[in-house]
């Protein structure tokens, strides 16, 4: 087991009557090697799962062990440790920082990680040559149109090759076109053994996954794992939204 949280629970201003709750009590078990698309609404609790499942955030309460570690108990130095060897990161938004070039947005997180120059240049450009990015290595994000700013996104995310990709809405900015090619590479990592979990609002997408779990008003309400009739059922309303 990869991922075992249990009895989850992340509440803001608890106790007041203005309290959110998050995530109300969920439980989700991940195999190595699967490929999940969390699946809901705007305020659905999607994103909060992502944040906690990423070790970005903590629950309020209940349990969460990641490959045989119990994150709950640690210190944000120990979080971010976690979140350096364990998992990459692919966001919407992109994240890249604007003042570096392809080639050094990529580097970062392996610097942060102490990787020496030398096996740093091959990971770089192998992670770029991946995503057919290796040619815009010098390209600052403000030169590149927002599939390649994704493309080197997503490269930073898998240069130090974690054992996880987590995907928040990674095609939500794109087109058609482009969002088709980035799932393509989400699908190729899956299929050399990463764990890829996706988070999406979008049904066509998440019917790309082998397993579907569907969250709404912070807890989990189907789980393709327990029925195999939520497969279907997605499918057929991506198809219907298309």
Do not use: W
């Not at 120990?78 to 966001?91: K, P, S, V």
């Not at 190729?188 to 049904?203: A, C, K, P, R």
Request: with cysteine.
């Amino acid at each position: 087991m990869l991922i075992d949280i249990k009895n989850v629970y992340k509440i803001y201003n608890e106790g007041l009557e203005s309290e959110v709750r998050a995530l109300d009590g969920v439980t989700l078990r991940i195999d190595r090697g699967e490929f999940v698309a969390i699946i809901g609404a705007s305020g659905s609790g999607k994103s909060t799962l992502m944040n906690i499942l990423g070790c970005l955030d903590v629950p309020s309460y209940g349990d969460y062990v990641l490959d045989g570690t119990d994150v709950t108990e640690l210190t944000d130095r120990e979080l971010a440790r976690i979140r350096n060897r364990e998992i990459g990161f692919i966001f919407q938004g992109y994240n890249l920082i604007s003042a570096l070039n392809a080639y050094e947005n990529v580097e970062l997180p392996l610097i942060y990680q102490g990787v020496s120059i030398l096996k740093r240049e091959d990971l770089v450009m192998e992670a770029l040559e991946r995503v057919n990015m290796a040619d815009r290595a010098r390209h600052r994000p403000s030169e590149m149109s927002g599939g390649q700013q994704q493309r080197v996104a997503i490269a930073r995310a898998i240069a130090a090759h974690p054992p996880i990709i987590m995907a928040d809405e990674p095609t939500g900015a794109l087109d058609s076109r482009t969002g088709k090619h980035v799932l393509e590479i989400l699908h190729t990592l899956h299929d050399e053994g990463t764990t890829v979990i996706l988070i999406t609002h979008d049904n066509t997408i998440a019917s790309t996954a082998e397993r579907i779990v569907r969250i709404s008003d912070g807890q989990i309400v189907a789980d393709s794992k327990d029925d195999d009739r939520l497969q279907a059922e997605v499918a057929r309303e991506g198809g219907a939204g298309s």
